[in-house]
């Protein structure tokens, strides 16, 4: 039973910053969890805590059943990929690679084999002679993984390994370390701040903020049910649109008034989320993605609201069309009541290519109910 | 966790012992400094003087009187005076002379063009491969021979011959980091390459010219063999070449030398206490 | 000829150029090439003293008569012995001392500050503070062999073959220490925090993590500070005056070269001799500068 275990980690620096509280949660054998959130959220520090870079605080964690808190890293069974690559620049890629297996005494049969074998998964057997410094940045990565391959650890870590790489770079390793990944079976624990990369990548991800753990789940899950109103801005590009609302659900009408837009609620939209009920009267925090706005012009399907926008501005980046719109028309803008007279919260939707919504034009946009998601404005949870 | 403990321990004892190496030797002569002739001599010699005393500085800046020791160390009055004199000013006027000449030749040979710019370079680095002692003959028949012997500004002419090679590379290395954009915006608003070069390089550059000044002075003033040769009379004596006739054929008034030595390491240690850091920078990045 | 503003920049830059670069170029030429090229002639002539003034050639003969003087060869071997000595201890200590410094913690600003003091003094004051520990008769090093009846007599310790060349070479080291600590200090500084965290996860603890990855990537550092040190050495001068005069057991090599030059008043031989030293230097400032070179790439 390979697995990683916090158990209510909590990790103080001196000088009294908090980074990490109560963190628990577990990595299973042979899951890829990432750990995703903004900078400072604590997702590198608890990366070095497991890793035994760092002292924790309080809190336990296990490896592979083991009992680790307070083991020096080289007793953990471990194996990191680390942002810069953090190669042996004085060594070669054989050596580099092989270096783990030498501190563990390894047979230089069994370490040769061992070192060609990962070379050749990760391609790079013409590489085994360079120094460092003879390669791109591409290869070093590859060195680095091959580096945590060789091992054959009981756990995986990798703080953003993939930051240092170009665009495309970057799609093609996701790919092969997830498929790697996937054949041997080691669990992972890998950071990042890139939610494409966690959402893409992830068996389940763990979103942190300012040290707490928000939400933990499969990509999925954070995207249709995000536990507040961070987890769901923060997943999915680009982010949620965000409107505060009054819900009235009147024995014959039960709408969400958001100002300039009303829109009509379902039964079922009801049935699914029972604690509407309770937000009767009050306000209440409306989420719509992007993705999820269509062109109104185009006529609208059963049980499909359009609303009137106003066009800010549109770009274009050939496979779709980024609109910003303001809610309204200018014609019938004063006989809507602006909620709390704050200025224009701009909407973005994204729409199919062939959208043409040029400055000022007046449009509809669409959006089915269902599709909605709801979050109380004072705590930010889930409706 | 155990092993932190005992490395902190480590830590704590080489850092004390550092301490204690680095200081000892002064401490031994301040503490010398304070006794008299008699703590000295006494057997056992006292280290630590029950009354302090600062006989030995006033022999130092009045003279030892007229009963003194046969070969012991004398000293007249106002000559340990004048020699401190002459080592400030040889230090000033040969530190301004080496950065004036050294910032110039620098400048112009990392960012201007003229022909033979890399040779001269190249044969500049090149002086500093020989030894001075090679040279010291021929500079005093040349000192002689155009009356600069004993004189402040004879010796400053052959340090500042001696220093600005090294000098001039460490300007040159600091000018290839500086960025030429801030002087290409001088040149394009207007001003010449000289006017440039005052009003925008060389600001650019002084926290390096404060790091390299430090090191100069630290050097000049602590130049024993060049000032041996080419003075004789208080006239252009430093401290460093009278410090050493302190030392009597036979006995030596130590407290005195020890005073004298205290006098002589104070401006040194001034300069490191207020540029340690630039010192330390400068150094490290010795390339 | 056109007015100046209308010249064209590169000839501006070349004018400008060379005013700057003349007077470095005059202080060398007259004060360092001049003397060396007039000391280079003389040392192929015999002693003007003893041929009545006249110029008379003699080619390698001040050279060899001077390699064939006893205390010339004396001397070789001393400054020999405190190269090497010099030179191991700084290492050695350098690199401890580095290491123990090297990560910040309260109070580093000062105790470097304190580190560098040594190096900073006039090394004739250097060696005036350390005669008093060494003085035969009321010194610290005799007093306190004497309390713990390591000795029975005072000792001179100057005098003796072996320790007066040893204790000479703790004074020197003393005083270049700091410089091989800040040297190694900036070695340390280019091996990236993160490497040693890769190695602590591949299982190197803190010795090995020295031997495997502190000392190779220290390797340009090294040499450095072997070359930095063997030039320092080699010029060994202030301390042994100050200590021991020209007194024949502590005699450097250019220690000889005063004596001979200015005490012996042979400024043929001297000068033979000085070029010799140079010769030798000049090799070791080269290694140094190239290995600069190695430790920048």
Known sequence: MRSIVLEEVVKVFPGGVIAVRDLSFEVADGEFVVMVGPSGCGKSTTLRMVAGLDEVTSGRIWINGRDVTNLPPRYRDIAMVFQNYALYAHMTVRDNMGFGLKMAKVPTAELDARVSEAAKVLDIVELLQRKPKQLSGGQRQRVAMGRALVRQPAAFLMDEPLSNLDAKLRVEMRGEITSLQRRIGTPSLYVTHDQTEAMTMGDRVAVLRDGVLEQLGTPTELYEMPANDFVASFIGSPAMNFLPGRLRLDADRQVVDLGPWEIGLSRRVLERKPGLAGFNGRAITVGIRPEDFGDGNLGAGQDVVTLPVTVLRSESSGSDVMAYVERGHPDGREKFAKPDNKSIIPIIARLDRRAHWSKGLAAWLSVDPDRLYFFDPETGLSV | ?287 | MPPVAMQTTTVEEAKLGWKMVIPVILFATILILYPLTRGLLSSFQADRSLTGGRVKWVGLRNYSEVLQDPATRAAFLHSVQYTLTAVILEVALGLVIAVTLHRAFRGRGVILAILILPWALPSVVSGVLWRRIFDPDNGLLNDFLLRVHLINLPQVWLANEFWGRTFITVVHVWGVLPLICLIFLAGLQGIPEEVYNASAVDGAGPLRQFRFITFPLLKPAVSVALTVGTILSISIFDEIYVLNGTALNTRSIVMQVYTVTFKEADFAHGTALALIVAVITAAFATLYILSLRRAAA
């Open chain 2, 1 to 287: 966790m155990k092993r932190a403990a005992l490395l902190q321990v480590l830590q704590a004892t080489l850092v004390t012992a550092i301490i204690l190496w680095s200081l000892g030797p002064i401490i031994v002569g301040l503490l010398t400094s304070f006794s008299t002739e008699t703590d000295v001599r006494s057997v056992p010699p006292i280290w630590v003087p029950p009354n302090p005393s600062l006989t030995a500085y006033q022999e130092l800046f009045q003279g030892t009187g007229a009963a003194s020791t046969i070969g012991g160390t004398t000293t007249q009055e106002g000559a340990f005076g004048r020699s401190v004199w002459n080592s400030v000013t040889l230090t000033t006027v040969s530190t301004i002379g080496i950065l004036l000449v050294a910032i110039c030749a620098a400048y112009a040979f990392t960012r201007l063009r003229f022909n033979g710019n890399k040779v001269f370079y190249w044969a500049l680095l090149a002086t500093m491969i020989i030894p001075v002692f090679t040279i010291v003959v021929t500079l005093f028949q040349l000192m002689a021979s155009a009356h600069l012997i004993d004189t402040t500004v004879g010796i400053s002419l052959v340090l500042i011959a001696t220093q600005t090679p090294l000098a001039t590379w460490q300007f040159h290395n600091q000018l290839r980091d500086l960025s030429p954009e801030p002087e290409q915006a001088a040149l394009i608003d207007g001003c010449t390459r000289w006017q440039a070069f005052v009003r925008v390089v060389i600001p650019q550059m002084s926290s390096g010219i404060a790091a390299v000044s430090a090191i100069l002075m630290l050097a000049v003033w602590g130049e024993f063999l060049i000032p041996l040769l080419l003075t004789s009379t208080l006239r252009s004596k430093p401290v460093t070449v009278l410090i050493t006739e302190f030392i009597g054929k036979y006995t030596t008034n130590y407290p005195l030398l020890a005073a004298a030595g205290i006098i002589a390491l104070l401006p040194p240690a001034i300069v490191v206490l207020v540029l340690n850091r630039r010192i330390r920078g400068m150094l490290s990045g010795a390339s």
